[in-house]
């Protein structure tokens, strides 16, 4: 199976509910993303977190990285309905080289 | 920055003819590359390309696909001839020194 696999494949939570998505890779990895798409739109950035270390924030997200298990999570606090996309991690591995999982689709409901 | 613009946004074309899609990354980045999303395989990186160079076409599915990039604005990725199995929506994604990727709206493909 392929590199980045995300963790459900779908999700579906009230607003103001935490949601969490998880990733799982195979391989070494210089880091690891996380992008969200909007439907019918192209993938955007989110968070960038290298293989040294282990957590990092950004607003309402929190990202943790386990480099001995070889998994990651993506946490959204406090969710909101504009938060509804689908979330792909994506593994960087040696050659700059960037795998993206098949995502998870988050629903937040209003 | 009007960020990494593709098109068309949507091509429908029949089997057999020549597809080509094209792509101006945000000016400045080094790096561009095009992926392939489907349902069924998800994305998919075909190429990508460091200061106009192709790196890595391992992707590249088949001769009948190939892509260049003839200066640092401007990339096409061609399919010739198309068929059915190709329909997906191809995106463009340009990047900086290996920063994080600025992905374009992409094209929708549409092989009948």
């Known amino acids: 199976s392929q590199q980045g696999e995300e963790d459900p494949q779908a999700l579906s939570i009230q607003e103001g509910e935490n949601a969490t998505m998880n990733c799982s890779y195979k391989?070494?990895?210089?880091?690891l993303q996380w992008y969200r798409q909007n439907s019918g739109r192209g993938l955007v950035h989110l968070i960038l977190?290298?293989?040294?270390?282990r957590e990092k924030h950004s607003g309402r997200l929190r990202v943790t990285l386990d480099t001995s298990k070889k998994s990651s999570s993506l946490l959204i606090t406090a969710s909101r309905a504009a938060d509804t996309a689908s979330y792909f991690c994506?593994?960087?591995?040696?050659?700059?080289?960037?795998?993206f999982g098949e995502g998870t689709q988050l629903t937040v409901n209003p | 920055d009007a960020g990494v613009i593709q098109s068309p946004r949507h091509e429908v074309t029949e089997m057999g003819q020549e597809v080509t899609l094209r792509c101006k990354p945000i000016?400045?980045?080094?790096?561009l590359f095009w992926y392939r999303q489907t349902m069924m395989r998800g994305l998919e990186l075909l190429i990508y390309?460091?200061?106009?160079?192709?790196?890595?076409d391992s992707g590249m599915p088949e001769d009948r696909f190939s892509a260049k990039m003839p200066n640092a604005s401007f990339s096409t990725l061609k399919i010739q001839p198309s068929e059915p199995r190709d329909s997906a929506v191809y995106f463009c994604?340009?990047?900086?020194?290996?920063?994080?990727?600025?992905f374009g709206n992409g094209t929708r493909l549409t092989v009948t």
């Open positions: 994604a340009s990047s900086l020194h290996n920063s994080p990727l600025h």
């Open positions: 391989t070494s990895i210089n880091n």
């Open positions: 977190i290298r293989s040294n270390e």
């Open positions: 994506a593994v960087e591995t040696s050659g700059s080289r960037l795998t």
């Open positions: 000016s400045g980045h080094n790096s």
């Open positions: 390309f460091n200061n106009n160079v192709p790196i890595d």
